[in-house]
């Protein structure tokens, strides 16, 4: 395994980038209901800007507290590790776990938004050239809305979400009603003791009265969220009329996360019962 730090460089080097702070996006200082707008991120990404950008904090600095935080799941077996990106953008999040991760990685790459893929699959292709990755780890590229995800149940043992959520609730109308059809679709996909993590700048006080309403709530479709769902997808697909809470989650917990730039950002999570 290779260490962070010298990890860091690598990345450094070869896309070019210094994560210094006015390259960190903070989705909570933006109060746009844009940022929850498919249109919005297929123009962003078209626009030919496909540098490596994170919201919030920097993967290296979290991903040491995200695979602590799954230990005990990857002791489980020797398997690869059956991980979800929830709306991926940019990030080279999954890239960091892929490398960092113990036990091999079978990891799922979701984004409704092609260009973000093209971007994961060329980073995926230059990182391999550069870093011999495990030959039992995998990673597949699917372009899918996060309210209707098209996997079966229980599929996953982890499910990492870092802003997805945040740019849901940015709709000033449906976020908070998004937000749950979303949280029902990643319980959907856990197994039983299956963990459900999210990155955030909310504060706890905040979120975790949020993350407990919805993750206990039945959500009903409405005409106004099937619009936005074909928008997205552009397809003709069964929509849930529908969606609801099956399974259950365990009390949502937290860890504060203090990033070199001096700002507090918050790992959330909660297992699947």
Request: charged share 25%.
């Amino acid at each position: 395994m290779i260490h962070c730090k010298s990890m860091k460089a690598v990345f450094r080097i070869l896309k070019g980038v210094s994560y210094q702070q006015g390259q960190m996006f903070v989705l909570s200082h933006f109060h746009d209901e844009k940022l929850s707008k498919f249109t919005y991120w297929k123009n962003r990404y078209k626009e030919g800007n496909q540098e490596v950008f994170e919201w919030f904090v920097d993967p290296d600095e979290i991903v040491e507290p995200i695979l602590n935080n799954i230990a005990h799941i990857q002791a489980q077996s020797t398997m690869p590790l059956r991980y979800i990106d929830i709306g991926c953008g940019l990030s080279d999040l999954s890239l960091h776990l892929t490398i960092h991760c113990p036990r091999p990685l079978s990891a799922v790459i979701v984004d409704f938004v092609s260009e973000a893929l093209q971007y994961q699959n060329k980073s995926y292709v230059e990182y391999q050239q550069m870093i011999q990755l495990r030959s039992e780890s995998t990673q597949h590229l699917v372009c899918a809305d996060v309210l209707h995800l098209p996997f079966r149940d229980g599929g996953f043992d982890v499910a990492i979400d870092k802003g997805t959520m945040d740019a849901l609730m940015k709709d000033k109308v449906q976020g908070h009603f998004k937000s749950g059809l979303m949280m029902g679709e990643v319980i959907r996909l856990l197994i039983p003791g299956g963990r459900y993590l999210q990155i955030s700048d909310e504060d706890p006080d905040s979120r975790l009265l949020f993350l407990e309403n919805i993750s206990t709530r039945k959500h009903d479709c409405d005409e106004r969220v099937k619009d936005n769902h074909r928008e997205a997808t552009k397809a003709t697909t069964n929509f849930h009329e529908q969606m609801k809470l099956n399974h259950k989650l365990s009390s949502w917990k937290f860890k504060s996360i203090q990033s070199k730039s001096g700002s507090e950002y918050f790992l959330y999570w909660a297992e699947r019962l």
